[in-house]
């Protein structure tokens, strides 16, 4: 298994220990996300199942650019420019790279933030919602997509890797799936 492009070493103490889990979880998301991006390889970004779906590409173009949206104009947090999000190269490693590059500064702004900063109301496209709540939906929004490009993978007979658990491509010794009645009722 690679090194995580996030280690855990590189994830700041939260203000309140009682938040950790959400910077603990965004790192670990990326690592997720990144780790789906690079079972693709270049040639592969225009691979879209049908026409009316996104294209790797599109998707991984979608996930930069909104992650920033979410992050600074939802949350507040100190965003570079819209038109320097993008890597130069269009390449599967520079959009990883970037991702991540993106995400370690917005590990150390979220840290610092206060109980009263996440549960604040702030706009949200058309609503007010919590930044806590906003937060939550860009880790969902984000998940959605690398469950898109898993689907892809497997569409592609390319192997998919763990995200939570074991898949058809990766396991381990002691690796439970759950798939049993006698499996899920173990206490």
Known sequence: MAAPSIPDSAIPRAANPLLQHLLATYASETNKVISVWREFGDSDQEFRPHEKSSTVLSIFKHELLSQRRFFGEFLGLSEPAAADVLPP?????????????????????????????????????????????IFWRR??????????????????????????GPTADVTWTGADPTTTIDAAARK
């Open 139 to 164: 880790i969902l929004h984000t998940t959605h997509h690398r469950t898109q490009l898993t689907v892809f993978l497997r569409m592609m007979d390319r192997p998919v890797p763990s995200s939570y």
């Open 89 to 133: 190269v269009s390449t599967v490693e520079a959009f990883s790279t970037r991702l991540a590059a993106m995400v370690l500064p917005r590990l150390a702004q979220l840290a610092d933030k206060s109980d009263a900063w996440w549960l604040e109301e702030v706009p949200f496209f058309n609503v007010r919602r919590q930044r806590i709540w």
